[in-house]
């Protein structure tokens, strides 16, 4: 059997997860000798833009309509889609609420000559194709992206986290930053991966990779409410890198009206 056929895209984004790939350093040479690479515009030119394809990894946010274009024909032509990082898998940043209209916000980022951008709504790709793994994280983490590389080399999907930070944290018996020391930490209701590397700084867990399965939004409000904090910094929290999360807006537009 021959080596798989892969590409590495980008949709808008900053580009951090292709990044990840490329930061491999010592295993990056055995990723390259185990896959077949057809197309990484970021590291590669003169790529095969139009063969079939075994596996592509996608990060970024459909933000365009030219980015739609590209998810749908890359779907197309492989037999298997990866979405890498927050922005792919829940919409990230480019997809947090905002009240502006999308022209009145345009208008004031880019002035006139924001006006040759067409944009649309930002979604994650699953809004638009169907997604085969979804790797979170802002950015991935590098372990996360090897394992799924070995497992899929196996013919096998990887097993990522189905639980939270807040166990990772505790496992490592760092103080708990959101009842002892009542900091807005979304923890305990965001997928783990990362080791809790915020909270091993001291820092409250912000989100970045998204809910947990099954995430217990209106426990994690309840508790938030009673440490003082408003209903304004809790959503604000919220919608931050997972706004589109039917989890995260069905509790947040329920919760929003009792507050």
């Given at each position: ?31 390259a ?46 037999k298997l ?15 947090m ?12 980022v ?13 979604q ?17 983490e ?12 196996h013919?096998d ?13 505790k ?34 867990c ?10 217990n ?8 409410r ?12 919220l ?21």
């Amino acid at each position: 059997m021959g080596k798989p056929k892969v590409g590495v895209y980008g949709l808008t984004g900053c580009a951090g997860d292709q990044l990840v790939i490329l930061n491999c350093e010592e295993e990056l040479l055995d990723i390259a000798g185990a896959l077949d690479i057809k197309s990484f515009p970021m590291a590669m030119s003169g790529g095969d833009e139009n063969c079939p394809l075994d596996i592509v990894f996608v990060d970024g946010t459909v933000v365009q309509p030219k980015d739609e274009e590209m998810l749908k024909n890359l779907r197309e032509r492989a037999k298997l889609l990866i979405a890498i990082g927050t922005c792919a898998v829940w919409g990230g940043v480019a997809a947090m609420s905002n009240e502006t209209p999308r022209e009145e916000l345009k208008n004031k980022v880019y002035g006139p000559a924001g006006q040759v951008f067409d944009t649309v709504v930002p979604q994650p790709l699953s809004s638009f194709v169907k997604v085969d793994l979804a790797i979170s994280g802002c950015p991935i983490e590098k372990e996360q992206l090897l394992q799924a590389v070995a497992s899929l080399l196996h013919g096998d999907l990887p097993r990522l986290p189905n639980y939270s930070v807040c166990t990772e944290c505790k496992m490592s018996e760092y103080p708990c930053l959101l009842v002892e020391k009542g900091q807005l930490c979304l923890g305990p209701i965001t997928v783990a991966g990362c080791k809790a590397r915020c909270p091993s700084y001291g820092r409250p867990c912000i989100g970045c990779r998204g809910p947990v399965e099954e995430a217990n939004v209106s426990s994690e409000v309840r508790l938030l409410r009673e440490k003082g904090f408003t209903w304004v910094d809790i959503q604000n929290r919220l919608r931050t890198f997972a706004a589109p999360a039917d989890c995260f807006e069905d509790k947040i537009l329920k919760e929003g009206a009792n507050a």
